[in-house]
């Protein structure tokens, strides 16, 4: 079955310090990934996404992941935090040409904390 | 460009009871989702449209929920009746094309937050 694992419940980090976010995935074939923001009472918003090419990717608000194929793993990172970074961080994969095509499977989530 | 747009943000009812959710996509996204986020979980797909046409409700508890897409555009998803675990916030995206044909992000809306008691 597909999956997303996001190990960590809470992650809490000193604003201008690095953040990192981890997630992998279980899947069969080459996945589409994604990561969301959420903000206390709003909806999921699109960071970045991984389809193919440069395992680097960036998105909005500097952040930036990287997709690493051999360890399943797709982690978000940003060089220096902001407090306004504090959010819900979900990963999530879509599987090309799965049943559901176009359907996102997402983790449970990640809660980033940036003190000042 | 307008986002997309859900009605009611909050709703509280008692078990057994019913409730109806609406959503209105963006403008020309072919493919409506609707999600299930129950706290300290990520979204869960309960159905997934393309056009007015559903292709995936495999998750959908079909003895209590209904959704419909008439038309293409709208959506409403209904619970009926309510049970407690259905307490959860009710996410529906939209896109403009699905899998292979498209590599896009899914556009949320805010939610609509259900308690039942």
């Known amino acids: 079955a597909q999956s997303v694992a996001q190990p960590e419940d809470q992650v809490n980090v000193a604003e201008g310090n690095p953040l990192t976010v981890k997630c992998t995935y279980s899947?069969?074939?080459?996945?589409?990934l994604f990561w969301y923001v959420q903000y206390p009472n709003r909806g999921l918003q699109f960071l970045l996404k991984?389809?193919?090419?440069?395992?680097l990717v960036k998105g909005s608000y500097g952040f930036e992941a990287e997709f690493n194929k051999s360890q399943t793993s797709f982690h978000l990172k940003k060089p220096s935090a902001l407090v306004s970074d504090s959010a819900l961080y979900f990963c999530?994969?879509?599987?090309?040409?799965?049943?559901?095509?176009?359907?996102?499977?997402f983790g449970k989530g990640t809660k980033l904390s940036v003190k000042p | 460009e307008a986002g997309v747009a859900q009605s009611p943000r909050y709703k509280i009812i008692e078990k057994r009871q019913s409730v109806a959710f609406w959503c209105n996509p963006i403008?020309?996204?072919?493919?409506l989702y609707w999600y299930q986020q129950i706290l300290g979980q990520g979204p869960k797909l309960l159905i997934q449209?393309?056009?007015?046409?559903?292709?995936?409700d495999s998750q959908l508890p079909k003895d209590r929920f209904s959704a419909e897409r008439l038309k293409g555009v709208d959506s409403t998803l209904k619970i009926q009746p309510a049970k407690l675990e259905d307490s959860a916030v009710y996410l529906c995206?939209?896109?403009?094309?699905?899998?292979?044909?498209?590599?896009?992000?899914?556009?949320f809306g805010e939610g609509s937050r259900l308690t039942v008691l």
């Open positions: 995206a939209s896109s403009f094309l699905p899998g292979l044909a498209g590599t896009g992000e899914l556009f």
């Open positions: 899947v069969s074939g080459n996945p589409y």
């Open positions: 991984y389809i193919t090419g440069d395992n």
């Open positions: 999530a994969v879509r599987v090309p040409g799965g049943g559901s095509q176009g359907n996102l499977i």
């Open positions: 403008s020309g996204h072919a493919t």
């Open positions: 449209f393309q056009n007015n046409g559903v292709v995936d």
